[in-house]
Structure formats: C-alpha cells, structure tokens
C-alpha cells in the first residue's frame, strides 16, 4: 500500500518561510512525477509546483515563481517544498502527490498518490 506522509506545515508571519516533506512509502520504484498543490477555505485546488524525478524539469504556478522551490530525494523517496516570502493568500491547505508511471507531471488529474495534507497559514 502506497502512503505519503507530509511534515513541515505550520503558521507563519508574512514573509516567512516554512518547508513542507512528503515521504513516500509502499512504491515498488521511486516515483517519476511529485508534484505540491494547494486548496485555501472556498477555492479549488492548484498546483503550485510540480518535479520530473528524472530530467529535473520543475513548473511553477505563476503566484508563487521566485519563493517557492520544489525539490527531491531519490534515495528518501522525499519530496520538498521550500516555501519563501510567504502572503497570507499563500494560506492554504498543501497536498503533495507523486506519480510512479509516466505521465504529464503539470497536469494534476494524472497523478495516483495523494497526501493527506498539510496546513500552512500565514498572518499579515
């Protein structure tokens, strides 16, 4: 059974910086595809940055270019978030998501394992 454990959500004062991990356990391989999405109170969910494991190719949401910065670790089955500067409209519920079979990594419905969720609120 394939879990994702994440870690490192909390509350912040504006220009802060908090850095969230996902663990994944329970994969025959490493994944190929993590990505991190977000859902504030009343929205939908975005992603907010995801990682191709194997050529390293990230994509950002426009809202979060330059202060946010997604990252790995094969040898943990680790995925990060390093989240910087942080806006309260950064509030939100984070999710992260890996896909262990080759796919479009941007594309949220494409991914196969989700997180349970980690809060993050920021105060202005």
């Known amino acids: 059974q394939v879990q994702l454990v994440e870690s490192g959500g909390g509350s912040v004062q504006a220009g802060g910086s908090l850095r969230l991990s996902c663990t994944a356990s329970g994969l025959r391989y490493s994944y190929i595809c993590g990505g991190w999405f977000r859902q504030a109170p009343g929205k939908g969910r975005e992603r907010v940055a995801s990682i191709h494991t194997g050529s390293g190719t990230t994509v950002y949401a426009e809202s979060v270019k330059g202060r946010f910065t997604i990252s790995h670790d094969n040898a943990k089955n680790t995925l990060f978030l390093q989240m910087s500067s942080l806006k309260p409209e950064d509030t939100a519920m984070y999710y992260c998501?890996?896909?262990?079979?080759?796919?479009?990594?941007?594309?949220?419905?494409?991914?196969?394992?989700w997180g349970q969720g980690t809060q993050v609120t920021v105060s202005s």
């Open positions: 998501a890996v896909r262990a079979t080759v796919g479009r990594c941007a594309v949220e419905s494409e991914y196969e394992y």
